[in-house]
């Protein structure tokens, strides 16, 4: 099981920071790019591997999508060996989560206050916890 790193919290932080005010972008600065970065940054592990540079828009981000089964079945996929679900509510700082925002699927962080983030445009967006479908703990 892939565990945080010592001083994971400065990686989050430092992610955060990064990103904040980038512009939504496929392939760069979009849910799936910017989580799997929050877990790069808090483990150590690119758990996007290949998968990083095998889309650049709308049109690449969908079929890669569907070679992978779906949204739900690559995202699962790729967390469930990992990482233990547990309940939304339970989501702690630094956990990541599934939601369906504003109609569309998308994944997020827990920030330091329990808020969950999306990347969104601006960078990134408070979202209601209300709205998460599952949360995975990140050790």
Known sequence: MIRRIPNWTHAL???????????????????TRSVADVIEAITGVDLMGELRGRYHDKKSGVQLIKELGGFDDAVSNVLDPHFERCHPKKAAPGDVFYMNHEGCK?????????KPFVAFEGGWEPILKSSIVTAWRIP
């Open 106 to 114: 998308t994944l997020g962080f827990i920030w330091f206050d329990g």
């Open 13 to 31: 932080e430092a992610t955060y920071k990064a990103t904040k005010g980038k512009t939504f972008a496929w392939g760069s600065h979009d849910c």
